[in-house]
């Protein structure tokens, strides 16, 4: 079956610091959503990108989608205390119905 | 806040009983699906409802049943509860549109289902 994995599973950084999270899929996707979940919260959705090669920013994060759709990554640059949570990819599989496949999601820790 | 609600929002229960949990979708939205989210994982796939039928399946066991009314709302049953049972349940209503792969999901607060 599809497989969706997401690396690091943690992540601390200090403040003002730069950080990256990677996903990858065993299968091609038809779209990768990511999401933030705060703890003792539910997912938050925050982008989708479903062209090859597609590059989306918002702010002061920065989504990619592989070339090949197997592949996709979330960079957020000069990390604040707010961003702290951990951060879903979830690959959508091209079959027949709508099955979202999620990674173990990324852990990130702002030190003040 | 993204329209889509559950309940009960908290829920203990003992090994061997059965719990209903209900979700209603967003307005517009006529496909929800349900997922499993134990501690320190990412939420696994259940099984996905439109238009009242179920339309896909995870690796769950038959114990885990749902139903979709007229309205889109929804309910996920499990019986027999496991200690492995709880977990977070997510509910997350989508529309579908013709081109399926920008269909977008939005989740519901979630469920916490504790068995004792």
């Known amino acids: 079956g599809q497989q969706v994995m997401q690396i690091p599973q943690y992540q601390h950084v200090q403040e003002g610091e730069d950080f990256t999270t990677y996903c990858n899929s065993s299968?091609?996707?038809?779209?990768i959503q990511w999401y933030k979940q705060r703890p003792g919260g539910h997912p938050v959705f925050l982008i989708q990108l479903v062209k090859s090669g597609e590059v989306k920013k918002q702010k002061r994060l920065t989504f990619q989608f592989g070339e090949a759709k197997k592949n996709s990554s979330l960079h957020i640059t000069a990390t604040q205390t707010t961003d702290v949570g951990t951060y879903f990819c979830?690959?959508?599989?091209?079959?027949?119905?709508?099955?979202?496949?999620f990674g173990i999601g990324t852990k990130l820790q702002v030190i003040p | 806040e993204t329209g889509v609600t559950q309940s009960p929002t908290h829920l203990i229960k003992t090994r061997g009983q059965q719990v209903t949990l209900r979700c209603s979708s967003q307005?517009?939205?006529?496909?929800v699906s349900w997922y499993q989210q134990a501690l320190g994982q990412g939420p696994q796939f259940i099984f996905q409802?439109?238009?009242?039928?179920?339309?896909g399946r995870g690796n769950f066991p038959p114990r885990f049943s749902g139903l979709q009314f007229p309205n889109y709302s929804s309910e996920l049953n499990v019986n027999a509860l496991e200690l492995d049972d709880s977990a977070l349940y997510l509910c997350?209503?989508?529309?579908?549109?013709?081109?399926?792969?920008?269909?977008?999901?939005?989740f519901g607060p979630g469920t916490r289902l504790t068995v004792l």
């Open positions: 409802y439109y238009r009242e039928e179920e339309n």
């Open positions: 299968t091609t996707l038809s779209n």
């Open positions: 979830a690959g959508l599989n091209s079959g027949g119905y709508q099955k979202v496949t």
């Open positions: 997350a209503s989508s529309p579908r549109t013709r081109d399926r792969a920008k269909d977008t999901q939005y």
């Open positions: 307005s517009g939205h006529n496909t």
